[in-house]
């Protein structure tokens, strides 16, 4: 097997002397051995390099600008603590990620916080331990908003749908106009937040945000998004005469999923939202809004691998091979939930050629727990430690106790040393809130 050169692994990875995956400088072998499988696994420098360069391309493109990790992807308090080191905001969209923030003292002012039905209680959560960006998605919220924010001003940005489809599947496009997600362009409740915001005193109007939707491969449906949306600045500004202070263009860069995927850099999406808004600003003579992106699945998607132990095979003759993992759709609801594909490596035969097609299943009762239909690896053996890549984003955050299984550990890797950031779940956790 080989180390692909599309950055599907982490960049640390590496096939040691004795024929193993290695990532961070610790062997994923001995790291299954000492841990028990599955685990969740993560490199450290792979992470902070996907930040820094994230960072510093949009830096680069668009000097006035902010990157805001979006925590649905992964968040847990190490993330929160490595984010604050690197420099970055959060995009947050529920209470329990702002208690995650605020548990590892993540600088307050640097979170936004997201969602189409925010409750009353993290709404007021969210003012009471200091959150001051709200990203207003529609006019319910806004209204509740004018009723609990009367004594410290706070900043909302509209979440306005583009209308947009960058056509992945349909369950990760969020900017089309048949979308759950933010205010429809043009709109009566669109009009009517204007005038609402425009007479409350504490709402202080920041700006506004859209995200279109994720693992996007095609750049153009950034572009023609950045184009709406600059058009739109120009609308706030000087028909509403609202200036639009930030412009959060927000996530959905895609990244490898497979050896030959080839997704675009952090520097092409940021050239692609740059461009636009500098035309139109420009044009119009308007001074440019501070840009925000905010990344979640490029930051961690590849920087997390799942290691897994082989148990058992059934072949049935000229149909299919089944290797089944200790692990599956409770760790990864990703394949079942839309169809994502994966690539398998394993990481005690590193050094042996792939010779079989096999399909990688799941060890829940459920048929359609399968982690990867074709999976092309060396023989196959009981034993065997499997590692699925790219599995950083949206699966630790995804996971769920199905048939009462308890949830991985999560490791961290850096220089050759290992480090739990989040225990494995133990029999006892599973009762533990039952009465
Ligand atoms: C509002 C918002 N911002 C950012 C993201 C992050 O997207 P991605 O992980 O594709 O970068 C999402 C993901 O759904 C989102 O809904």
Redesign the pocket.
């Given at each position: 097997m080989e180390i692909p050169k599309n950055r599907l692994l982490p960049d640390t990875a590496q096939i040691n002397s004795l024929g193993h995956l290695e990532i961070g400088g610790v062997d994923v072998v001995d790291l299954a051995k000492r841990y028990g499988t599955p685990i969740y696994l993560y490199d450290e420098t792979t992470l902070r390099n996907r930040m820094r360069e994230f960072v510093s391309s949009l830096k680069e493109t668009y000097p006035k600008s902010k990157v805001l990790y979006?925590g649905?992807?992964f968040l847990i308090k190490k993330m929160t603590r490595i984010l604050a080191e690197e420099g970055l905001g959060l995009?947050v969209v529920s209470g329990g990620e702002i208690y995650i923030a605020k548990e590892s003292n993540f600088p307050m002012e640097n979170v936004y916080f997201?969602g189409n039905n925010k409750t009353i209680e993290e709404l007021k959560f969210a003012l009471e331990v200091g959150v001051r960006n709200i990203v207003v998605d529609n006019l319910d919220e806004l209204k509740l908003l004018v009723s609990l924010v009367k004594r410290r001003p706070i900043n909302i940005l509209f979440r306005l749908t583009p209308g947009v489809d960058p056509h992945t599947h349909s369950y990760?496009s969020?900017g089309k106009i048949d979308s759950k997600f933010g205010f429809q362009l043009n709109s009566k409740d669109l009009e009517t937040a204007v005038e609402l915001v425009k007479t409350d005193t504490f709402l202080n109007f920041k700006g506004l945000h859209c995200?279109i939707g994720?693992?996007i491969f095609d750049t153009k449906f950034f572009r023609i998004s950045a184009e709406i949306m600059a058009e739109q600045v120009v609308t706030f500004t000087k028909k509403w005469n609202l200036p639009v202070e930030e412009l959060d263009m927000?996530?959905?860069?895609g990244i490898a999923y497979k050896p030959s995927d080839d997704p675009p850099t952090p520097k092409e999406m940021a050239v692609s939202v740059a461009d636009p808004i500098g035309e139109v600003c420009n044009r119009e003579g308007i001074e440019l809004p501070t840009l925000i992106l905010?990344?979640?699945?490029?930051i961690v998607g590849n920087a997390g691998v799942t290691v897994y132990t082989v148990g058992t095979i059934k072949e049935i003759p000229e149909i299919r091979k089944y290797v089944s993992v200790d692990g599956g759709m409770a760790d990864n609801p990703r394949p079942m939930l839309y169809q994502a594909e994966y690539t398998a490596f394993l990481a005690n035969k590193m050094n042996k050629i792939p010779v079989e097609t096999v399909t990688i299943a799941g060890r829940f009762c459920e048929s359609g727990d399968i982690l990867i239909d074709k999976a092309v690896l060396p023989t196959v053996e009981n034993g065997d430690v499997l590692v699925i890549s790219a599995t950083g984003?949206y699966n630790y955050s995804m996971s769920s106790n199905y048939n009462m299984c308890p949830r991985p550990i999560v490791i961290g890797v850096r220089d050759g040393k290992d480090e739990v950031w989040v225990e494995r779940e133990k029999y006892s956790d599973l009762v533990r809130l039952q009465r």
């Open positions: 979006a649905k992807a995009d997201h990760i969020t995200h994720s693992q927000g996530g959905g860069l905010e990344p979640g699945r490029y984003a």
